[in-house]
């Protein structure tokens, strides 16, 4: 039989196993979702299968709902949840109890443009919201073998009825990406990301998603 242990030493070893049990848990839930990732490009494809992203400047996201339980992970795989707390409710408060979004955390100014000064300052983050442009899984299933347009229809079935802090991003489709993108850099976007209609979700960086910065954009000065 272990012996009891008791006093500060022991509250700090309960504590110590917790940490552990939680970490083990971000870790895995981790390797289970990479994220897919958009290679850089120089051109907007212009072809009928793509659809077209605004590039929002701000945060990669992972959104995980299990039951009561809900976990933002960043891109590296840090816990988040409580950073983002409108965020964190909103998926607390949809009628699914089990899904995993990907997507953007961002601040958006008056002018509805995302503002990554005021991101990075931490002084806002109980207005961070989420753009949400594409989901992993939903209930019991593994939805990232579907094509992009059958998972961006499941996300918004999941949104329709949304409360405030996650949003479906966003998107076009087909011939009209370079004008969007043109469009998008009159307007001082960061670029867009095009991603083919008719892939899966894969983990890593991949060639059916597409990324192409607006050059004079200040996130390209962060990249240098």
Same mark, same amino acid.
């Given at each position: 039989m272990r012996p009891e242990v %008791? $006093? @500060? #030493? $022991? @509250? &700090? /070893? %309960?504590? $110590?196993? &917790?940490? #552990?049990r939680r970490t083990i848990y971000l870790l895995g839930m981790f390797k289970a979702y990479k994220l897919c990732l958009a290679t850089a490009g120089k051109q907007v494809p212009s072809g009928p299968d793509w659809i077209h992203e605004v590039k929002h400047d701000g945060y990669r996201m992972l959104v995980i709902r299990e039951d009561k339980r809900v976990r933002l992970l960043s891109r590296n795989g840090s816990d988040w949840t =409580? %950073?983002?707390?409108w965020i964190a409710d909103a998926a607390l408060k949809n009628r699914? =109890?089990?899904f995993v979004i990907d997507g953007e955390a961002v601040i958006l100014g008056v002018d509805g443009i995302s503002d990554f000064n005021a991101l990075h300052s931490r002084k806002h983050d109980p207005e961070v919201q989420l753009y949400a442009f594409d989901i992993l899984a939903m209930g019991s299933d593994d939805l990232r073998s579907l094509p992009l347009h059958m998972r961006k229809a499941n996300l918004e079935k999941l949104l329709a009825r949304r409360p405030d802090g996650i949003t479906v991003a966003p998107f076009e489709r087909g011939e009209i990406g370079p004008d969007l993108f043109r469009a998008a850099c009159r307007m001082g976007l @960061? $670029? /867009?990301? #095009? =991603?083919h209609r008719d892939r899966p979700y894969r983990g890593g960086r991949q060639k059916f998603w597409i990324k192409v910065k607006n050059r004079s954009h200040p996130a390209m000065e962060r990249e240098l």
């Open positions: %008791r $006093g @500060e #030493s $022991g @509250e &700090a /070893l %309960r504590q $110590g196993f &917790a940490i #552990s =409580k %950073r983002y707390p699914q =109890k089990h @960061e $670029g /867009l990301v #095009s =991603k």
